[in-house]
């Protein structure tokens, strides 16, 4: 079984920073992707951000050059680095990881609770 554990949340105002942190425990044979998603109130969960095989990253526009994501295989951690925010960035972050159990499994999803980041003066 495999647990997402996020941390790191909070409030902050507009223009600071956060720190996102996730760690996969568990059962995990191999990460292929790790990542980001966040779900404003009445509206759909939307990707922020992923890492595939520790180095390849991708970023939503709306937060390209204020987010870093980075990875750490040996530890099966992603954390997300945000910086300049906004208020529209107000959402619940849920961590994201694709990955197998065992040598044969196929790869499956796992999401963590989410963690609230609220941007408000």
């Known amino acids: 079984q495999v647990q997402l554990v996020e941390s790191g949340g909070g409030l902050v105002q507009p223009g600071g920073s956060l720190r996102l942190s996730c760690a996969a425990s568990g059962s995990i044979f191999s990460i292929y992707a790790m990542g980001w998603y966040r779900q404003a109130p009445g509206k759909q969960r939307e990707l922020v951000a992923t890492?595939?095989?520790?180095?390849?990253?991708n970023y939503a526009d709306s937060v390209k050059g204020r987010f870093t994501i980075s990875g750490d295989n040996a530890k099966n951690t992603v954390v997300l680095q945000m910086n300049s925010l906004k208020p529209e960035d107000t959402a619940i972050y849920y961590c994201?990881?694709?990955?197998?159990?065992?040598?044969?499994?196929?790869?499956?999803?796992?999401w963590g609770q989410g963690t609230q980041v609220t941007v408000s003066s």
């Open positions: 890492i595939t095989s520790g180095t390849m990253t």
């Open positions: 994201n990881a694709l990955l197998a159990e065992d040598r044969r499994s196929a790869l499956n999803t796992y």
